[in-house]
């Protein structure tokens, strides 16, 4: 069975389709918060509020789109939410790499996924990566999430998550080389 | 790996729990079509405005003929600098950037690299704005709230920019007659910047130059296409 399907019914008032959602997907978003907020000692309670932010907005979701998308950006955005109370860290509202338009080839997108050996190199400079790099690098490289997901998750154009991509990853080799 | 199990199972007991003691409580579909209802009666409120300053901005240029004031040199560019309405550019500039705050709740906007979204926007409103000014909806506005909180002064002389009918003819000059019904006398020097063509009663002209105790001393004088808003 699909998630969308347990969705509905959790949207029709079944409970326990619920807990279908969460087996499917702690483990998931606990890795994803591991590796995003890898500095950060309220991972576990950013995580049991993705859960509960999810019930508590499930009727927003359209069970005619994909759930994990959009239980991802609900988990994206609360992790952000710890990382701005915090303020250890910078988050800009606005970014130049939003601005301008880049076509990107599916070719790319596969050819930077075959480089396994980034995701060991990530592995050991994120915690030094700027977030709008390691957003984007740990969907891709961890969550194995495709530029059309990790724009859905992280609210920004799909030429966006390629630049940021491009870029986090001359970042992460120059953090490792040092 | 014993220790992520036995979190993960906390975490789903956890969960559902706060669920099944009410402490957790789902939202309405009601509430979640109020707040995108809500949310998109703000855009559209913020497009209309946007879109209504615009062709304000462009009514009180073109009723004042501010287009024409290029043609009279660098006087007539400071001049122009000096007459454009900055406090509504500046209104106008800070309701589009609202726009743009509250459009990036549109997947289709915030899944669009900002260039084109800004670019769109801007001639969207631009065209817009320009096309009602077009029709007679301002003017009619202006006749029906003329001492009203927005065309109060829209359409009168500022500065050194005068717009009247020419009344009479006379050996140094010629008078005009301006929106507010008052008389001036225009006084054309040789080095007055003139139209290219001979002037003659009735016809509306825009005069650049100081005014003295009802003399002015034209810097530059040009016709205006349309006659309108003249006495």
């Not at chain 1, 959790?10 to 087996?23: H, I, M, R, S, Y």
Request: hydrophobic letters at 40%; charged letters at 25%.
């Amino acid at each position: 069975m699909e998630d969308e399907h347990f969705a509905k019914l959790l949207q029709q008032g079944d409970k326990n389709a619920f807990g279908t959602l969460v087996e499917r997907y702690e483990k998931k978003i606990t890795r994803y918060a591991n590796k995003f907020l890898y500095n950060y000692q309220d991972r576990e309670d950013a995580v049991q509020d993705v859960f509960i932010k999810a019930y508590k907005n499930i009727q927003s979701f359209n069970t005619k789109e994909k759930f994990s998308p959009w239980i991802y950006r609900i988990a994206h955005n609360t992790f952000l939410n710890v990382i701005r109370k915090q303020k250890t860290e910078k988050i800009t509202l606005f970014d130049t790499d939003k601005l301008f338009a880049k076509q990107l080839s599916d070719e790319s997108e596969t050819r930077l996924r075959e480089q396994s050996e980034d995701r060991e190199v990530l592995e050991q400079c994120i915690s030094q990566l700027d977030v709008k790099y390691r957003e984007v690098l740990v969907l891709f490289y961890f969550e194995e999430k495709d530029y059309e997901e990790i724009s859905d998750i992280v609210g920004i154009p799909k030429s966006t998550v390629g630049v940021r991509l491009r870029r986090g990853r001359e970042r992460m080799k120059q953090i490792y080389e040092i | 790996m014993k220790e992520t199990k036995k979190q993960l199972n906390n975490l789903k007991e956890t969960v559902l729990k706060a669920i099944e003691e009410d402490k957790v409580s789902m939202h309405s579909k009601l509430y979640f079509l109020s707040r995108s209802a809500l949310w998109a009666l703000g855009f559209l409120l913020t497009l209309t405005l946007t879109i209504y300053l615009i062709s304000f901005i462009t009514f009180i240029f073109r009723g004042n003929s501010l287009h024409l004031l290029p043609q009279l040199g660098p006087g007539g560019w400071f001049n122009l600098f000096v007459s454009l309405p900055w406090v509504l550019l500046l209104i106008v500039f800070s309701v589009f950037v609202l726009l743009q705050v509250l459009s990036t709740h549109f997947s289709f906007v915030y899944k669009r690299p900002l260039v084109h979204t800004l670019l769109a926007s801007i001639f969207l409103v631009v065209i817009v704005g320009v096309a009602i000014a077009q029709t007679s909806f301002h003017e009619r506005a202006y006749e029906r709230h003329k001492e009203g909180f927005m065309y109060k002064g829209a359409l009168k002389d500022k500065g050194e920019i005068h717009i009247g009918r020419v009344t009479q003819i006379n050996g140094a000059g010629f008078n005009i007659r301006n929106r507010e019904g008052e008389t001036y006398i225009v006084s054309v020097t040789p080095t007055t910047k003139m139209p290219p063509f001979k002037i003659s009663t009735s016809t509306i002209m825009i005069v650049m130059g100081a005014e003295d105790n009802g003399v002015i001393t034209a810097v530059g004088i040009r016709p205006v296409q349309k006659q309108r808003r003249v006495k």
